[in-house]
């Protein structure tokens, strides 16, 4: 404390002790003691006000889910392509899966792909999801905070489930989750014996992106520039904008003509890897290498049931 706080304070306690007036302890505020105590005043302001809800307070996307019509086979297919292990739980009367990107640590933090039964909707990149800090204090106030800012924005209503783990979606369709962050691995998985661990063909370590297809590109951004703030420097790519979200990425890219709003892709950072042998063997598995706007050594490819993601070393 400097010497203004501390003769400010040494007046107060002298002039309480010796019961003064009231005019004289306002005088004494008045020759200098509230100055003084401004500071102390304004931090415990600070200390009271309301959390900062958006943009989103967040360290990265923790997972994302595919949905297809055989979860065994995609689950099969995912194992051989990740040299990890697979956890599963059970889920409306089957099974989900969990390929991890990286390994389990004690308090279950890491990455994923979560591996869902689509039930006659066709196969697709479900949702991704955002994990979110002080999630479980702040998820009612986020939602309503959420929702107004899009009502504001011309956005339209948002409808975002309360509680633990709800998804939404943006006003594309896309779908989006937040969960508390970091994310962990729901505690109901289990180590799953459907194939061995650890035999695929590269070594998975996070997420690295995920890229939306959106309706309107501007709009998109403007709507994303809620949840994520200003979105990166853009590229040499002008079709194709990015928001930086801890070490992981969010891209923007215009849906071509015709095609519905969508998550086009997901990429998967990986262990360095030698690309011939990689795509050979992502041939046998019956997968499709596809070309890719990117510098090797990436490697984009579509999964047996189409769903497309990317291999990037790093």
């Given at each position: 404390m400097d010497t203004a706080h501390r003769d400010a304070l040494k007046t107060m306690n002298s002039m309480t002790r010796r019961g003064r007036s009231r005019r004289a302890f306002s005088a004494a505020i008045a020759a200098?003691?509230?100055a003084a105590m401004l500071p102390l005043v304004e931090l415990a302001r600070a200390q009271d006000a309301p959390p900062q809800l958006l943009p989103l307070r967040t360290p990265k996307i923790d997972h994302l889910?595919?949905?297809?019509?055989?979860?065994e086979a995609s689950a099969r297919f995912y194992m051989s392509v990740f040299k990890t292990t697979l956890h599963a739980q059970?889920?409306?009367g089957g099974q989900r899966y969990f390929v991890l990107f990286g390994e389990l640590t004690a308090n279950r933090q890491v990455g994923y792909v979560a591996i869902g039964d689509a039930r006659g909707r066709g196969s697709s990149i479900g949702h991704f999801c955002t994990s979110v800090f002080d999630y479980r204090r702040d998820a009612t106030a986020l939602a309503a905070a959420l929702t107004d800012a899009a009502e504001k924005g011309g956005f339209g209503k948002l409808t975002i489930a309360g509680g633990f783990g709800g998804i939404f979606q943006d006003p594309?369709?896309?779908?989006?989750?937040f969960l508390p962050a970091p994310d962990t691995l729901v505690t109901a998985a289990v180590p799953s014996e459907l194939v061995p661990a650890r035999q695929g063909l590269v070594t998975p370590t996070s997420v690295d992106h995920v890229l939306l297809h959106v309706a309107d590109l501007e709009k998109g951004v403007r709507f994303y520039r809620i949840l994520y703030g200003k979105e990166s420097q853009r590229t040499s790519n002008p079709d194709r904008i990015w928001f930086q979200i801890g070490d992981t990425r969010l891209g923007l890219e215009q849906a071509p003509a015709g095609q519905k709003p969508r998550i086009a892709h997901f990429g998967v950072k990986v262990m360095p890897f030698d690309r011939g042998v990689?795509?050979?063997g992502?041939?046998?598995l019956g997968a499709t290498v596809l070309p890719s706007p990117d510098?090797?050594?990436v490697?984009?490819?579509?999964?047996?049931?189409?769903?497309?993601?990317?291999?990037?070393?790093?």
């Open positions: 200098g003691v509230g889910d595919v949905i297809v019509p055989n979860v059970p889920f409306q594309d369709g896309i779908e989006i989750q990689v795509t050979a992502l041939a046998k510098e090797p050594p490697v984009r490819l579509r999964d047996p049931d189409g769903n497309v993601f990317e291999l990037t070393a790093g």
